[in-house]
């Protein structure tokens, strides 16, 4: 994923860069832009050097972006589909009083919020590592 930005700030080895909002971006699950008024803004490592002004090429490593995609969606829909298996399979018998449907679906909803805990966590943490961060690839202009 290439996006076109001019560099706002730089700080260290990374520079903040507006890019132009896109109707993309209100689903765009990478996690690695701040929407404003004005456009997106994002976190991009450095590597071309820009300064601040000059226009660039931001790019999102297909990894990142398909790795983020999995976890927001594919670990929530599966933690549903075990809970909900778990529930039915292994505690219905210990809840006679209570139908073993509901004893899948509390465990299915219960797993989907946890997974949605861990998803938190997980992305909390992988925002700080370089290597899912977006990277200055290109200076277009000065």
Do not use: H
């Not at 990894?63 to 219905?92: C, M, N, R």
């Not at 997974?115 to 200055?136: C, D, G, H, L, T």
């Amino acid at each position: 994923m290439e996006e076109i930005g001019i560099v706002k700030s730089i700080d260290g080895p990374f520079a903040k860069v507006a890019v132009q909002k896109k109707s993309i971006c209100e689903q765009c699950t990478a996690g690695t832009c701040y929407l404003t008024d004005e456009g997106a803004e994002l976190d991009a490592l450095n590597e071309a050097k820009a300064q601040v002004g000059q226009r660039v090429k931001v790019v999102i490593r297909p990894y990142t972006y398909l790795k983020g995609s999995l976890l927001v969606y594919g670990v929530p829909t599966l933690a549903l589909v075990v809970g909900a298996v778990v529930g039915k399979e292994f505690f219905a018998d210990s809840f006679k009083s209570i139908d073993s449907d509901l004893v899948s679906a509390i465990f299915a909803f219960g797993a989907f919020a946890l997974s949605f805990i861990i998803v938190k966590i997980w992305s909390s943490r992988a925002e700080k590592k370089i290597q899912y961060k977006p990277v200055i690839e290109e200076i277009l202009t000065d």
